[in-house]
């Protein structure tokens, strides 16, 4: 499971999505994410996963990363859909014999799919934005949007920096998570068998050494901008500026029909298409 968790990853390339102005990229991200959930039945979210594996074709980064970050979160999915399988009005069409009040209707089963595919979109398109874009580049955009929170003596670029940083440790700290586990199992530890808290206990070998090793990253970061004379954003320039172009408009332009559109099924589209 750790090697498929892919947060935080940057996959160098030059396709659309790598030009754009990652001040876009941030801003479409956001919009797609109010809109998956402004999309209230199916005719307006085919419209959004639509729009969502355009982008991933666009992106150039294989599809099998994508998919792959998906594995981690499977449990959730599946989880939140049955719950959601008890939820909902409509005929049934299971009855539990021992508990006659847990039943599944169709409107629960509709209900499961809906929030599946919003869970699973969410998590894809915003995987888009780290693999498309480097941590250099995501600073510096969250710092550019940030700015007039300066006005109220916010610290912008110290957060966009804690927040790139703490992004971008992610698949180190998933590194050296597997290598420590390899090496405890090597030593003979028996971490996929027994009961919760057998489990639960056999994680303590490998949480001590990674608290121990995040710390010690953590010091050595912290050294290696001091030493290069780091003060945070006071005065600091831009190597790279930032320009939108021809590309962040089409971009734009298409996610803003889409957007009316989802606005349109689900104001015109009768609530039974869910």
């Known amino acids: 499971m750790i090697r498929n968790i892919t947060l935080g990853q940057f996959i160098p390339g030059h396709s659309l999505i790598h030009r754009m102005d990652p001040r876009m990229k941030i801003a479409l991200t956001f919009a797609f994410i109010i ?20 982008v991933l074709l666009c992106s150039g980064v294989p599809l ?6 998906l594995k981690g979160i499977l449990f ?29 209707t169709d409107g629960g089963i509709g209900n499961a799919v809906f929030v599946s595919v919003r869970i699973v979109c969410l998590i894809l398109y915003s995987s888009v934005l780290t693999f498309t874009t480097s941590p250099t580049e995501l600073t510096d ?5 940030m700015k007039p929170l300066k006005v109220l003596h916010i610290k912008v670029h110290e957060i966009a920096m804690m927040m790139t940083i703490a992004l971008r440790f ?39 050494p990674l608290f121990v090793s995040s710390f010690r990253r953590a010091y050595d970061l912290a ?30 332009a ?19 298409l869910r």
């Open 35 to 54: 809109f998956l959930f402004i999309a209230s039945n199916f005719a307006g979210m085919l419209l959004m996963v639509a729009l969502m594996f355009v």
């Open 64 to 69: 099998s990363l994508y998919f792959k970050s």
């Open 76 to 104: 959730i999915v599946l989880f939140t859909a049955v719950l959601n399988l008890f939820y909902g009005g409509g005929t049934v069409v299971w009855r539990c014999p021992f508990f006659p009040v847990m039943q599944i």
């Open 141 to 145: 955009a969250l710092e550019r949007i």
């Open 170 to 208: 992610v698949p180190t700290l998933l590194e050296e998570t597997d290598k420590i586990m390899s090496a405890q199992k090597a030593r003979g530890a028996d971490m996929e068998s027994g009961g919760v808290m057998q489990r639960i206990r056999s994680l303590i070998p490998v949480l001590v």
């Open 223 to 252: 050294m290696a901008m001091e030493c290069r004379c780091y003060h945070g954003g006071e005065g600091r320039t831009k190597m790279k500026q930032f320009h939108l172009t021809k590309v962040d408009a089409g971009a734009a």
């Open 254 to 272: 298409c996610t803003a029909l889409i957007c009316a559109a989802v606005i349109f099924c689900t104001a015109y589209f009768p609530a039974s």
